[in-house]
T-cell receptor, first 107, second 113 residues
Framework: GIQVEQSPPDLILQEGANSTLRCNFSDSVNNLQWFHQNPWGQLINLFYIPSGTKQNGRLSATTVATERYSLLYISSSQTTDSGVYFC?????????FGKGTMLLVSP | NAGVTQTPKFQVLKTGQSMTLQCAQD?????MSWYRQDPGMGLRLIHYSVGAGITDQGEVPNGYNVSRSTTEDFPLRLLSAAPSQTSVYFC????????????FGEGSRLTVL
């Protein structure tokens, strides 16, 4: 199946800073999603983005399917952005999750 | 619209006991799945279903049983709990199998002593 690698594994930011999280995948995809797991353990769907670019407030994501990567941008970070960000990808099969990027935003 | 509902949220079992984690969704989703999350391992797929009456194994199916008698419900059964099954379990569903947005329940923390 598809291999999914995320980088960096950990990230510490000062409130207000911007960041870019990366997701590399090993094969062509027809499903790619970004999730945020908050400190209470809830998993929230951020973007469904097998290709192209989407924006939702301070967050945006871009997937370049031909080059097999996706990027999640967080601008003007807030302490509530802390948690783990997961990328998940699949061809026409079940999603494979990366191991996540743990983000800590300090005030 | 409750979304994906999991029960119980917390459970402690003794080795060898059996139990069922319940999962229900009210979004008429075709696809339902169970994941386990362990430190440093990300989310691993246990079992999934692409519709009522259809189930299949994921990456880590051993020790778990599922059934899908209705579109709404997808229970996960532990037949004889082992300490290695101590984990946080998530149920997730999507409108369409393989290509839909995945929505998660709040998770169930299971400890096996």
């Amino acid at each position: 199946g598809i291999q999914v690698e995320q980088s960096p594994p950990d990230l510490i930011l000062q409130e207000g800073a911007n960041s870019t999280l990366r997701c590399n995948f090993s094969d062509s995809v027809n499903n790619l999603q970004w999730f945020h797991q908050n400190p209470w353990g809830q998993l929230i769907n951020l973007f469904y983005i097998p290709s192209g670019t989407k924006q939702n407030g301070r967050l945006s994501a871009t997937t370049v399917a031909t080059e097999r990567y996706s990027l999640l941008y967080i601008s003007s970070s807030q302490t509530t952005d802390s948690g783990v960000y997961f990328c998940a990808a699949s061809g026409y099969s079940t999603l494979t999750f990366g191991k996540g990027t743990m983000l800590l935003v300090s005030p | 619209n409750a979304g994906v509902t999991q029960t119980p949220k917390f459970q402690v079992l003794k080795t060898g006991q059996s139990m069922t984690l319940q999962c229900a969704q009210d979004m008429n989703h075709e696809y339902m799945s169970w994941y386990r999350q362990d430190p440093g391992m990300g989310l691993r797929l246990i079992h999934y279903s692409v519709g009522a009456g259809i189930t299949d194994q994921g990456e880590v199916p051993n020790g778990y049983n599922v059934s899908r008698s209705t579109t709404e419900d997808f229970p996960l059964r532990l037949l004889s709990a082992a300490p290695s099954q101590t984990s946080v379990y998530f149920c997730a569903s999507s409108y369409r199998a393989y290509t839909g947005e995945l929505f998660f329940g709040e998770g169930s923390r299971l400890t096996v002593l």
